[in-house]
């Protein structure tokens, strides 16, 4: 089945305590990107990535940071969490060219 | 700054209506807008598109009317159904390049 899989779903933190969630696409999408989903601000890109070792800021990339090592893989970094970083996460990936994002299921991150 | 506005923020029929929901952009370059679909616990699939070459998509009871010269488009849903209800979003992008989302709508069908 074609899918883009997160991990974790949910994920409770203390501020300033490192943590990465996994994104991995099956679909062998050359387009990857993470946004965050907040009440009221909609869907808002953090970073994307046109193809291996391409990656770029989106609207809201402070505070973030990702690797496009391999294809399939595009991981979500948080370096020193804070609760402003309280948030829905959505991995998504599209072909070079194509139009329709593929999302994940998402991942509820909550810092305390 | 938010480069699409999407309107209502929540919106509530009875089965059977047509729910209308509008977004309106500011950047002419923009060349493909699509409108999403949640469900809770889910990611957002894509529903409907349209270029800005044709003034209006239909797609089983979904349809995009768009409006080059006012910069709008809108997405009504006819016969709504109780299993309509979910939160729906519209976005914009150009040339298949990164994808700007409107803040959404919340859209309940009661039955």
């Known amino acids: 089945e074609a899918q883009v899989t997160q991990n974790p779903r949910y994920l409770i933190t203390v501020t300033g305590k490192k943590l990465t969630v996994t994104c991995s696409q099956n679909?062998?999408?050359?387009?990857m990107s993470w946004y965050r989903q907040d009440p009221g601000l909609g869907l808002r890109q953090i970073y994307y990535?046109?193809?291996?070792?391409?990656?770029d800021k989106g609207d809201v990339p402070e505070g973030y940071k990702v690797s496009r090592k391999e294809k399939r893989n595009f991981p979500l970094i948080l370096e020193s969490p804070s609760p402003n970083q309280t948030s829905l996460y959505f991995c998504a990936s599209k072909r070079t060219g194509g139009d329709g994002y593929t999302f994940g299921s998402g991942t509820r991150l909550t810092v305390v | 700054q938010q480069q699409v506005k999407q309107s209502p923020q929540s919106l509530i029929v009875q089965k059977g209506g047509i729910p209308i929901i509008n977004c309106a952009y500011e950047n002419t370059a923009f060349d493909y807008f699509p409108w999403y679909q949640q469900f809770p616990g889910k990611g957002p699939a894509l529903l409907i598109a349209?270029?800005?070459?044709?003034s209006e998509k239909k797609e089983g009871r979904f349809t995009i009317s768009f409006n080059k010269s006012a910069k709008q488009f809108s997405l009504h849903i006819m016969d709504s159904q109780p299993g309509d209800s979910a939160t729906y979003f519209c976005a914009a992008s150009t040339s298949g390049s990164r994808l700007t989302f409107g803040e959404g709508t919340q859209l309940t069908v009661n039955p």
């Open positions: 679909m062998n999408h050359e387009y």
């Open positions: 990535s046109m193809n291996v070792e391409v990656t």
């Open positions: 349209i270029r800005p070459d044709v």
